[in-house]
């Protein structure tokens, strides 16, 4: 079947510009979570959705990022007045169920450069 | 100390040879561990998960677990050129945590 997708794939924001990043995980997947990806290192967690809750937000950066999941399916991270800092590699990941205890398969990813 | 901590490499194997990948996390606790590939500009890929003690054979792959090390490693066997990539561990601590990757370079 289909895994997660994302997009957009590449994204260019100038400082400043408010951007909004989506994911559609597998179908059926009760779990969704982004993780920022810097080069180099391993994805850190951001934030993580059960159906429509989000239920855990602990590693959103700042209040410029929000993210949202209003039918428990598609989810939209979004970044307000982007900052040099936050060009990255945005990963999407679903899981069938659970809170980690059950593999996560991830998107492509959304790279994001603010200039 | 970091909860997930990974030699970063690079770990370089002649091709047939047995790679091996490891991994030390801080949380005692923690019940899940996972193994990622990750190639370079594409987004991981799950290979394994483990939750128990002992060895998980896949294929060409073997997780190890010893909570009581709090210590995690993944052998790949007959390694080919293919295999190179980054390895990333993961380990659910209420979140899930990865390491930064261990760099595996087999040679033809």
């Known amino acids: 079947g289909a895994g997660v997708s994302q997009s957009p794939r590449y994204k260019v924001a100038k400082r400043g510009q408010d951007v909004a990043l989506r994911c559609d995980p597998i179908?059926?997947?009760?779990?969704l979570f982004w993780y920022q990806q810097a080069l180099g290192q391993g994805p850190e967690f951001l934030t993580y959705?059960?159906?429509?809750?989000?239920?855990?937000k602990s590693g959103l950066p700042s209040d410029r990022f929000f993210a949202e999941r209003p039918e428990g399916s598609v989810s939209t991270l979004k970044i307000q007045r982007t900052q040099q800092e936050d060009s990255a590699v945005y990963l999407c990941?679903?899981?069938?169920?659970?809170?980690?205890?059950?593999?996560?398969?991830f998107g492509p990813g959304t790279r994001l450069t603010v200039t | 100390q970091k909860e997930v901590e990974q030699n970063s490499g690079p770990l370089s194997v002649p091709e047939g040879a047995i790679a091996s990948l490891n991994c030390t996390y801080s949380?005692?606790?923690?019940?899940?561990f996972f193994w990622y590939r990750q190639y370079s500009g594409k987004s991981p890929e799950l290979i394994m998960s483990?939750?128990?003690?002992g060895d998980k054979e896949d294929g060409r792959f073997t997780a190890q677990l010893n909570k009581a090390s709090q210590y995690v490693s993944l052998l790949i066997r007959d390694s080919q050129p293919s295999d190179s990539a980054t390895y990333l561990c993961?380990?659910?601590?209420?979140?899930?945590?990865f390491g930064s990757g261990t760099k595996l370079n087999v040679k033809p």
């Open positions: 993961a380990v659910d601590q209420n979140k899930f945590y």
């Open positions: 483990i939750y128990s003690n």
């Open positions: 959705f059960q159906n429509e809750a989000q239920l855990d």
């Open positions: 179908s059926g997947h009760v779990s």
């Open positions: 990941a679903s899981s069938l169920t659970g809170t980690g205890s059950y593999e996560q398969y």
């Open positions: 949380d005692r606790g923690s019940q899940s």
